[in-house]
């Protein structure tokens, strides 16, 4: 999943908050000025140099609900995420392993895409690559590993996961290949959106 840096965060923040202090405060700066929607819609008619409680409280409400909206994950919640992504990749290598294709496909959102030479496909035309290329019956062809998996976020439920993959055994060659994915963050775990690998 890289997070924005918490600096920008912030000013994006302080920068919605800006404008609603502009919207709420103008009537102060210019007497004649017409409310605006947002003034209409909550009733609030500011009178020039004065600041009631409430409108003071609904100012700052809404700089702590905006803070709390961009705030990025903790370095403690990234390594977790990167753990249980890891994990899930090497336990569905494991499942490829033992022939279970089904359990190996759960990794897919069911949304998922894949880049192929003629564009991308859906999940069904995954599982039929798999089947017809990389399967004999219900075994794999080779096992699989993955190595050198790197996590990106891209904020708090999305990840750019690179990283190499390996078809060995079997008395074949060794194929070895790299692939990215973006993996989404579901009621299930962390799920691959979408497949690119060569």
Known sequence: MKVLSKRYLLIGALLIVLMLISFLAMPMIFPTFTPTLLQRIMNIHLKPNKLNIFQLAFLLACFALTSIKVQAQTPAQNDAATKEITTSMDNSALE???????????????????????GTVGLDAIRSL?????????????????????????????????????????????????????????????????????
């Not at 022939?99 to 895409?113: Q, R």
């Open 96 to 118: 490829w392993n033992k022939g279970h294709l089904d359990a190996f496909m759960t990794m897919y959102d069911p949304s998922a895409t894949m880049m192929m030479p003629t």
């Open 130 to 198: 798999y089947e017809k290329k990389y399967f004999d019956g219900a075994m794999p062809k080779q096992n699989l590993r993955y190595s050198d998996m790197k996590v990106r976020f891209l904020g708090s439920d999305y990840v750019l996961l690179t990283g190499a993959f390996t078809l060995y055994g079997n008395d074949k060659p060794e194929r070895s290949g790299r692939y990215s994915l973006v993996m989404v963050h579901t009621n299930n775990g962390w799920k691959i959106l979408h497949d690119h690998s060569s």
